[in-house]
Nanobody, 124 residues
């Protein structure tokens, strides 16, 4: 699976962005998907995850109520709608895919494939 993120950019505090992650391959619908982010000098951290069916979603506490993850299996795409953005949301955002049997949504090691990342910068 090849993942390509898009939709990042510069936005003012309180603004919104929608990230997209386009996946190649015909088995996209079998993968649990997630977004992680990494700020300079910090570890990569979990943001949001969605199950292969789209039924289950999980979020980091820092983004609950502001971010929404969704997927369109017909378009092989997963989305991250980000509202009420804060300067502390500034980071490179990465899309990840997992079909691991030993899966935990918040653990980076559970994911088999990663995108190249898209930068999100939130100004004060």
């Amino acid at each position: 699976v090849h993942l390509v993120e898009s939709g990042g950019g510069l936005v003012q505090s309180g603004g919104s962005l929608r990230l997209s992650c386009a996946a190649s391959g015909r088995t996209f619908s079998r993968y649990n998907m997630a977004w992680f982010r990494q700020a300079p000098g910090k570890d990569r951290e979990f943001v949001a995850a969605i199950s292969w069916s789209g039924v289950r979603t999980d979020y980091a506490e820092a983004v609950k109520g502001r971010f929404t993850i969704s997927r369109d299996n017909a378009k092989n795409t997963v989305y991250l709608q980000m509202n009420s953005l804060k300067p502390e949301d500034t980071a490179a955002y990465y899309c990840a895919a997992s079909n691991s049997g030993d899966y935990y949504y918040g653990r980076p090691g559970s994911y088999d494939y990663w995108g190249q990342g898209t930068q999100v910068t939130v100004s004060p």
